[in-house]
């Protein structure tokens, strides 16, 4: 069974500063990941899409990292800004279509 | 595009009631998901469609949940009698699907509360 993990659950750091969001899966076959983010008592806001086929995505200040061989992807958030708070989750695509979900990092930036 | 549309974003009702939940996929998507989400669970796939079939209910917790998609515009998630552990927010999203693997589109949930 595909377990995803995010870890920290919990950042707070000063604005302007880049950082990383860590993601690991159980299972290295999947298809494709995508990372969203949650405000709080809001929908899923959709970031990016990695392809299995491919090793990184960048989408603006969101740069997305996916390495299928030792299950870990990244996202890196560069220059943060305080409206960059909110929860950012990972999902794997198991088989074509299913997505299995992190638990999450709350990540807030500080002014 | 308006995105996914989910109604009604809050619904309180007492142990025993039926729930029904709905939504609209974004025009021309024609995969559906619904998700529930909880503190101690996180996310969850409960049922997807595809082309309005439903292709993989093992996520639905147990008989008192059914989903039903009458059309490509419009899905239903019922749940029937409510129990105050079905307390969660529930997500509908949509893809393309067809042409593949493709990005999913979340809608703005439904809060609900069961006493």
């Known amino acids: 069974k595909q377990e995803v993990t995010q870890i920290p659950a919990a950042l707070s750091v000063p604005e302007g500063e880049n950082l990383v969001l860590n993601c690991s899966f159980t299972d290295s076959a999947i298809y494709n ?6 405000d709080p008592g809001k929908g899923l806001t959709s970031l990016l899409l990695i392809q299995s086929s491919q090793r990184e995505q960048t989408s603006g200040r969101l740069n997305a990292s996916l390495d299928k061989s030792s299950g870990r992807s990244t996202l890196y958030i560069a220059a943060s800004q305080p409206g960059d708070s909110a929860t950012y989750l990972c999902a794997v695509f198991q088989g074509a279509q299913k997505l299995v979900f992190g638990q999450g990092t709350r990540l807030t930036i500080n002014p | 595009d308006a995105g996914v549309i989910q109604s009604p ?4 009702t007492e142990m025993g009631q039926e729930v029904t939940l709905r939504c609209k996929p974004i025009s021309g998507h024609n995969s559906l998901f619904w998700y529930r989400q909880t503190m101690m669970r996180g996310l969850e796939l409960l049922i997807y469609f595809n082309n309005n079939v439903p292709i993989d209910d093992s996520g639905m917790p147990e008989d008192r949940f059914s989903a039903k998609m009458p059309n490509a515009s419009f899905s239903t998630l019922k749940i029937q009698p409510s129990e105050p552990r079905d307390s969660a927010v529930y997500f509908c999203a949509s893809s393309l699907g067809t042409s593949g693997i493709t990005e999913q589109f979340f809608g703005p949930g439904t809060r609900l509360t069961v006493l």
């Open chain 1, 33 to 38: 990941l995508q990372w969203f983010r949650q």
């Open chain 2, 9 to 12: 974003r809050h619904e309180v």
